[in-house]
């Protein structure tokens, strides 16, 4: 069960994961009486109007169970246009947000690049939430309406792209297979219904986990993830991008730290009210569901594809070659009331033990001849 401390969802929430609850039961037994758990993972966040992405409950922010960089302060997206504005510069005017969350990354950027004269001539939104997609128009309309023209929601990838793709908290959030080492070989971890819950089961491994699990730095007993979501996700650029660079901003750890002895019992995680827990059987589609990034699979991913990889470090040291304290000290030195929160989301941003080490930035591009601003120090390449 979950900690105690989590608050009791009401009866309209729980009413609302029942019926969710019902329709994933019926897939269980349509496939048998299992299910990956990345089967489970995707139908608790993404089933249309029911999953915890598609249904009408805020999920960022203060009143909802997470706050995200750009919703802690604007100085996230202010250091981030520096390094959009050169990737813009060597190859479109173009960006592409993938997963926009309420919008507020978008405006944030739009505006800083407005600052600079440099405003891109398109600013596309790939956003499958209905929700979501509504809150980002609002947020985009309220916050820089001259620049809203220049905003499309798309649906899809486009076929092909030049410019700059930015995507924060958007891997993490790839359903993940869930995959346990153990002496007599390696099993992947599903879900079952036991006496009228979900429960874990454990089967052998089809052979494309299998032989991805061969390759890994992993000794028995271990229980971690491989997101193959991510992986070809991340492949998929290497035909669509035919110039720019791509700006992946995540949670996560190289493969000798994701994949090490001390965290043995995996990185999936879920958030409900501001509060962690790691029970993802709790409420299905209440919480969100999220795993850490395996930073070695997404370069290796694009560098298959044809990408090169362009640089990958920590948020604290990406946002300081960026100019975010050059941004906060103008900021101080206007005073007031805000220069005081402004420093406290700062010390958020970069701290170690806070997001600064535990969110890392990777850039992978084609057709980028100059080092990018974000990598131009602390570049850990050598660590993947």
């Given at each position: 069960?979950?900690?105690?401390?989590?608050p009791?969802?009401?009866?309209?929430?729980?009413?609302?994961?029942?019926?969710?609850?019902?329709?994933?039961?019926?897939?269980?037994?349509?496939?048998?009486?299992?299910?990956?758990?990345?089967?489970?993972?995707?139908?608790?966040?993404?089933?249309?109007?029911?999953?915890y992405y598609?249904?009408?409950?805020?999920?960022?922010?203060?009143?909802?169970?997470?706050?995200?960089?750009?919703?802690?302060?604007?100085?996230?997206g202010?250091?981030?246009?520096?390094?959009?504005?050169?990737v813009?510069?060597?190859?479109?005017?173009?960006?592409?947000?993938?997963?926009a969350?309420?919008?507020?990354?978008a405006?944030?950027?739009?505006?800083?690049?407005?600052?600079?004269?440099?405003?891109?001539?398109?600013?596309?939104?790939?956003?499958?939430?209905?929700?979501?997609?509504?809150?980002?128009?609002e947020?985009?309309?309220?916050?820089?309406?001259h620049?809203?023209?220049r905003?499309?929601?798309?649906?899809?990838?486009?076929?092909?792209?030049?410019?700059?793709?930015?995507?924060?908290?958007?891997?993490?959030?790839m359903?993940?297979?869930?995959?346990?080492?153990?002496?007599?070989?390696v099993?992947?971890?599903g879900?079952?219904?036991?006496?009228g819950?979900?429960?874990?089961d454990?089967?052998?491994?089809?052979?494309?986990?299998?032989?991805?699990?061969?390759?890994?730095?992993?000794?028995?007993?271990?229980?971690?993830?491989?997101?193959?979501?991510?992986?070809?996700?991340?492949?998929?650029?290497?035909w669509?991008?035919e110039?720019g660079?791509?700006?992946?901003?995540?949670?996560?750890?190289?493969?000798?730290?994701?994949?090490?002895?001390?965290?043995?019992?995996?990185?999936?995680?879920?958030?409900?009210?501001?509060?962690?827990?790691d029970?993802?059987?709790?409420y299905?589609?209440?919480?969100?569901?999220?795993?850490?990034?395996?930073?070695?699979?997404?370069?290796?991913?694009?560098?298959?594809?044809?990408?090169?990889?362009?640089?990958?470090t920590?948020?604290?040291?990406?946002?300081?070659?960026?100019?975010?304290?050059?941004?906060?000290?103008?900021?101080?030195?206007?005073?007031?009331?805000g220069?005081?929160?402004?420093?406290?989301?700062?010390?958020?941003?970069l701290a170690?033990?806070?997001m600064?080490?535990?969110?890392?930035?990777?850039?992978?591009?084609?057709g980028?001849?100059?080092?990018?601003?974000?990598?131009?120090?602390?570049?850990?390449?050598?660590?993947?």
């Open positions: 069960m979950p900690p105690a401390t989590l009791e969802p009401s009866a309209d929430a729980r009413d609302a994961s029942a019926a969710l609850c019902i329709r994933i039961v019926e897939r269980i037994a349509d496939a048998g009486g299992w299910i990956p758990f990345a089967e489970f993972m995707d139908l608790a966040l993404h089933l249309p109007g029911l999953g598609a249904g009408g409950s805020r999920k960022f922010g203060e009143e909802g169970d997470f706050v995200t960089a750009p919703e802690l302060t604007p100085l996230f202010q250091a981030l246009a520096t390094q959009v504005a050169q813009m510069a060597m190859s479109a005017d173009e960006v592409l947000e993938v997963g969350g309420s919008g507020r990354l405006a944030d950027l739009l505006r800083a690049l407005d600052d600079a004269g440099v405003a891109p001539a398109r600013y596309g939104i790939l956003e499958l939430s209905g929700e979501l997609r509504a809150r980002q128009q947020t985009v309309a309220r916050e820089v309406p620049l809203a023209g905003v499309q929601w798309l649906d899809a990838l486009p076929e092909c792209f030049s410019g700059c793709v930015v995507a924060n908290e958007l891997l993490d959030s359903p993940t297979h869930v995959i346990a080492w153990r002496p007599e070989g099993m992947e971890r879900v079952v219904v036991a006496d819950r979900f429960a874990w454990e089967r052998p491994a089809p052979a494309a986990l299998a032989a991805a699990a061969a390759e890994l730095p992993v000794a028995a007993p271990l229980v971690s993830e491989i997101n193959l979501a991510s992986r070809a996700w991340t492949a998929e650029w290497g669509r991008l110039r660079a791509l700006l992946l901003i995540d949670y996560g750890l190289p493969r000798r730290e994701f994949y090490h002895p001390q965290r043995s019992g995996g990185t999936v995680r879920c958030h409900y009210r501001h509060r962690s827990h029970e993802p059987f709790w299905p589609g209440l919480s969100d569901i999220t795993a850490h990034v395996e930073f070695t699979a997404i370069a290796e991913a694009g560098f298959a594809a044809g990408l090169s990889v362009l640089g990958y920590n948020q604290a040291t990406f946002l300081m070659n960026c100019g975010i304290a050059e941004t906060l000290a103008r900021r101080q030195a206007s005073g007031g009331e220069a005081y929160r402004a420093m406290g989301a700062a010390q958020v941003l170690p033990n806070e600064g080490e535990l969110f890392k930035v990777i850039a992978l591009g084609r980028i001849a100059d080092p990018l601003i974000g990598f131009t120090r602390g570049d850990r390449l050598a660590t993947l």
